[in-house]
């Protein structure tokens, strides 16, 4: 078998693997591999501006195609600036691999030239990682970590290669199917669970759904069993910030985002279920709220792939382990080949629907200036006309008002940081998700601040002609900061007001974009209507009303049924213990 260098074999994986792009930038530790690149035609590098850029890139690509992403940066800053990225991709559960280069193993551990102890940064921000010492041993460890990232619960794998490592020669084999020896993530659920499940929800008089975004890493089947199971049953559905998509917004039966900036109905119907089916989400604290006040009367069934989720944050009276769209699967076979039929809930409805007529997501109209909230209808109702709309966003208020008031009704067509809250994550999703579904219209919802964080990519959509559209919700502040601020700290606006603004215009032109200004009402729509007409990479400086503030809203600490539904219900100051959960 003729040999290989290490370079040649990681290449000749990822072609072997399906992959067809990479987000990088190159640096003396990976000059190998990017020489065993060079023109070669089945893997398309994508080359970015910042080692963080990257890994949002592939966050957006995996997220909207179901592909995983893969990264490739350089040793020392390279590797450390990809560490958000990755952390961020570990608390959405995205799957990506990064392969990191390092200085050759005999000059690890001496403080050499770019050197960083990579595998000891990433060990707790990746679902695993890998030095590699040997060429013999590459294309083994590329084949697992592609097998560790894209099954079980979904996540980043680093794989860190020393140069000497990537210039060695060794022979390579193609991937063959294999089972590792101790990771076997459980797919099939229990059919005793199942039974017991199935049971639980055709008894229930006042059942809810609360999915989250496992629905969506499951893949479309998942999406699509779900809707099915709530047709059959009759019962609500809510979602998570990370879920959205994966049930219709449009449906009768869908009652809206739950949690901190939710929906009024989602979350008393959530308070007031006597059966909670959690599915594909973990009962994260800004859903919960206050844990002893959290759907104190429900019996809870928890489906989730993550073994480590069942009964971290929230005791449950059920655990289904397996794959979100398995266990779907099998609970409608069973429901149907008991005969069960959906229940009498018109009683549990007539109250939702009480709760969904105090029209939590309403706000004040204005002639004057820009409502966010308007904005984000507005730009709901224009792209409804496209053939295919991705959404991304960075994080903040924007991210909220996005959420609340733009309809989801397919998977992947949301992308956004929930779990970490990463400004600067929303821009190279949308360049991600651009490259993965080129056809598609891709718009990412920013904030005046949280742009700024990674625009420099710009000059990667400039670069490969991407018509990405960047629509900032321009209120001269961090928005978020500045409202926490307001209601927690008696209006004392610490550094969060965004002074010296670029002229967002001026530095769409200088990168080769349209840019375009709305100031007023009046604008709004025909703004709209220019960015998503014209060809090729758009910025719109949408300048919006600048203190108003995203509701509804549940107070750090508090219950689902404390809600704020608008600023004349906010009295006083926070607790110190509330302060502490912001």
């Known amino acids: 078998m003729a040999e290989k260098s290490g370079a040649d074999i990681l290449v000749e994986c990822l072609i072997d693997l399906g992959v067809e792009v990479v987000f990088g930038y190159p640096g003396g530790a990976v000059l190998p591999i990017y020489d065993a690149l060079f023109n070669h035609p089945k893997i398309r590098h994508v080359l970015v501006r910042h080692e963080q850029g990257a890994t949002h890139m592939a966050e957006g690509y995996a997220r909207s195609t179901g592909k995983p992403g893969v990264v490739l940066v350089t040793s020392g800053p390279g ?274 629907d009480g709760w969904r007529a105090r029209n939590s997501l309403a706000y004040p109209d204005s002639r004057e200036e820009i409502m966010p909230q308007e904005a984000i209808a507005q730009l709901y109702k224009a792209s409804r006309s496209a053939k295919d709309v991705i959404i991304s966003t960075e994080v903040g208020q924007h991210q909220m008002w996005a959420a609340q008031h733009f309809g989801f009704d397919a998977p992947n067509k949301w992308l956004t940081s929930g779990g970490l809250g990463t400004m600067g994550y929303g821009f190279p999703a949308a360049i991600g998700a651009q490259l993965g579904n080129p056809d598609s219209l891709v718009v990412c919802v920013a904030g005046d601040a949280s742009i700024q964080m990674n625009i420099q990519e710009m000059g990667t959509a400039s670069q490969y002609r991407l018509p990405v559209k960047i629509f900032i919700l321009n209120n001269e502040y961090m928005g978020m900061v500045r409202q926490w601020q307001e209601l927690t700290y008696e209006s004392r606006y610490s550094n969060s007001y965004s002074d010296s603004l670029p002229d967002f215009v001026k530095l769409a032109e200088a990168y080769g974009w349209t840019g375009i200004r709305i100031e007023g009402p009046q604008e709004l729509e025909a703004g709209i209507a220019q960015m998503i007409d014209t060809p090729g990479p758009v910025l719109v400086d949408c300048r919006v009303a600048k203190l108003t503030n995203c509701f509804p809203m549940i107070p750090s600490g508090a219950a689902h049924t404390d809600m704020l539904l608008d600023p004349s219900q906010v009295e006083g100051v926070m607790s110190d213990e509330a302060k502490a959960l912001v």
């Open 79 to 352: 590797a450390t600036n990809a560490v958000t990225g990755i952390t961020d991709a570990l608390m959405d559960s995205i799957p990506m691999v990064v392969i990191t280069g390092q200085v050759p193993t005999h000059l690890i551990g001496t403080d050499a030239f770019q050197e960083a102890d990579t595998v000891g940064i990433t060990r707790h921000c990746t679902k695993h990682n890998y030095l590699v010492k040997s060429p013999n041993k590459l294309a083994s460890v590329v084949h697992e970590a592609f097998h560790i990232a894209t099954t079980g619960r979904p996540g980043p794998v680093v794989i860190d290669i020393p140069k000497n490592v990537q210039i060695a020669t060794a022979p390579y084999s193609k991937p063959q199917a294999f089972e590792h020896a101790s990771y076997r993530p459980q797919t099939k659920a229990d059919p005793a669970a199942i039974a017991s499940a199935v049971e639980m929800l055709a008894a229930a008089e006042r059942p809810i759904f609360y999915t989250g975004g496992g629905v969506i890493n499951s893949g479309p089947e998942a999406s699509a069993l779900l809707r099915e199971i709530a047709a059959l049953t009759g019962a609500p559905v809510t979602s998570t910030l990370m879920g959205l998509g994966a049930f219709p917004a449009s449906s009768d039966q869908w009652v809206g985002m739950l949690g901190m900036h939710g929906t009024y109905e989602a979350n008393w119907a959530m308070n007031r279920a006597d059966l909670i089916v959690c599915v594909g989400a973990r009962f994260d604290d800004r859903v919960t709220g206050r844990l002893d006040a959290f759907s104190p009367d429900s019996k809870k069934i928890h489906i989730d792939i993550d073994r480590s989720s069942i009964n971290k944050t929230v005791d449950v009276d059920l655990a289904v382990i397996a794959d979100v769209a398995s266990a779907l699967a099998d609970m409608i076979a069973l429901w149907k080949d008991r005969g069960h039929k959906a229940a009498d809930l018109s009683e549990w409805w007539a109250r939702i």
